[in-house]
């Protein structure tokens, strides 16, 4: 017996890729002869333009170099230089009328002499979130066969992106000048709701300040909060945001007959974002024959949607990895360029990873730097067994000698993990009819029903709608314990 079923085809925006790309960015700075070493080296790379076309996306940016070094005399100075750079990413499933946001970060970084210059190479990486319209089709009704019919959440993604000002005012006594500054902004929040979405953050501010003609470091947090218009973001709803530093600017004035210096910072900030809007639909989610097979087809959309984010403050502290040698007759100055590179297990909620930063101490009245490295595990309580978005800023570190030659250090770390659990939508987008059954000789059947038997699941094994199996029951109640037996009895035609 053929099938006639009914279909409904509706549109949405999904998610089409996740991709990460990497590119090397390099930069060289020539100070002449009157420089003994470069310190350390500061990066803030900023996003410039993401388009996909045909099977390619194509990105962009701007990285920012920052090099405090210290010239023949023992004085530390600092030079900046900026490279534009672009580069692609290839996947089969991209298509022009697709929207791509791109995320930018320094992943390491090496400084080298090459001749009299310094060559600055920084490896870039690039996480593109692309998405785009798709069609989902599923069954509502079909003729020939017995559909168990349900209303199923449909979800669609909605995009939004914006930019933010956030800029602070304070006072650093004694301090002469400001020779380097990173910015990481991260997302405490962010709601939807009247037309807009509200996204709520902090940005963590690291200075490398010199005060008496020592390099000392400033921290700073800065709370900053953004609304952006979003015609869609009519209901509350939850999203996850990324936040980005497109520009930031230190000023400092110093008065040097108080003693103070008055410090001013401004950052131009990128945000991007994804919700999901929902609704509901009545859609066929199984079916059977009562005179014969039926082959099925099946769709399910996993979909992560954001329901909480959570912050964590943690202090870690332990061993350090030190790449230089170190000893008692080193005299511990700075720290600058603080980050934190971890992986998240969502099985056991554990974060892992290693606080990476640059030292400057001074030996024998000259300054010198190390990188090093605080490794540490972090179990963040109530994140078990569920996807997440991790974002971890650093500040506050402070490193010393335990021993002569080994050093240990501790960090604060602010830990926001935005929970993603998978809804799940299923339904049936495909029937068609099989082979016809015989004609049943028995004049009774007996149903051995196991323990949650639903009426569904005891009218597809009978293979008989659901209304005549209730009806044959005689007031039994579904799901049945297992005790039960139901006796079909099927009159002579």
């Known amino acids: 017996m053929s099938i006639k079923a009914e279909y409904q085809t509706e549109s949405y925006v999904k998610q089409i890729a996740a991709i990460t790309s990497r590119s090397v960015v390099e930069s060289r700075f020539s100070f002449g002869d009157g420089v003994s070493e470069v310190l ?104 020939g066969a017995v559909c168990r019919r349900e209303p199923v959440k449909l979800l669609s993604a909605v995009t939004f992106s914006g930019e933010g000002e956030v800029e602070d005012d304070f006072d650093a006594a004694g301090v002469e000048d400001i020779l380097s500054h990173d910015v990481k902004a991260i997302v405490t929040d962010c709601r939807c709701g009247g037309g807009e979405v509200r996204i709520s953050g902090e940005l963590y501010l ?76 009545s859609a066929a989610t199984d079916a059977f024959r009562t005179d014969g097979d039926c082959a099925l087809t099946f769709g399910e959309e996993l979909t992560p949607v954001c329901s909480e984010v959570r912050v964590y403050t943690e202090r870690v502290g332990g061993a350090c990895s030190v790449k230089s040698k170190i000893d008692y007759s080193c005299t511990f100055r700075a720290v600058l360029c603080p980050s934190a590179e971890c992986t998240y297990s969502a099985e056991t909620g554990m974060l892992e990873g290693a606080v990476s930063f640059m030292l400057l101490y001074s030996r024998d009245g000259e300054m010198h730097s190390a990188a090093i490295e605080l490794p540490f595990s972090v179990k963040l309580n109530g994140s078990e067994g569920t996807d997440c978005i991790v974002d971890v800023a650093v500040n506050n570190i402070s490193v010393r000698q335990r021993a002569e030659g080994e050093c240990e250090a501790e960090a604060a770390l602010k830990i926001t993990v935005a929970l993603c659990p998978a809804e799940r939508s299923a339904y049936l987008t495909g029937i068609e009819g099989g082979a016809d059954s015989e004609e049943d000789a028995c004049a009774i059947s007996v149903l051995m029903a196991g323990s949650g038997e639903s009426l569904w699941s005891a009218a597809k094994r009978l293979k008989m709608p659901p209304e005549e199996v209730a009806a044959a029951c005689g007031g039994v109640s579904f799901p049945l314990s297992g ?11």
């Open 483 to 493: 005790d039960e037996r139901i006796v079909i009895y099927r009159p002579k035609k």
């Open 206 to 281: 690291s200075l490398l300040a010199v005060r008496g003609e020592e390099p000392v470091s400033l921290d700073r947090v800065i709370p900053f909060t953004t609304e952006i218009l979003c015609d869609d973001a009519v209901l509350p709803r939850r999203a996850v945001c990324c936040a980005q530093v497109k520009d930031a600017a230190v000023a400092a004035q110093v008065n040097e007959e108080r003693g103070r210096c008055g410090i001013n910072f401004c950052a131009q900030l990128s945000f991007f974002g994804c919700f999901y809007d929902e609704h509901e639909a």
């Open 40 to 143: 350390a080296v500061s990066f803030q790379v900023s996003p410039a333009g993401c388009e996909t076309t045909s099977g390619r996306v194509n990105y962009g940016g701007r990285l920012v170099c920052t090099a405090v070094y210290s010239d023949v005399n023992g004085k530390l100075s600092r030079a900046q230089k900026g490279a534009e750079f672009t580069h692609f990413a290839d996947d089969d499933r991209l298509a022009p009328a697709h929207t791509s946001f791109l995320r930018l970060t320094c992943e390491r970084a090496t400084v080298r002499r090459d001749g009299s210059s310094f060559l600055v190479s920084a490896v870039i990486r690039a996480d593109i979130s692309v998405y785009g319209a798709a069609e989902r089709t599923y069954v509502i009704s079909a003729d």
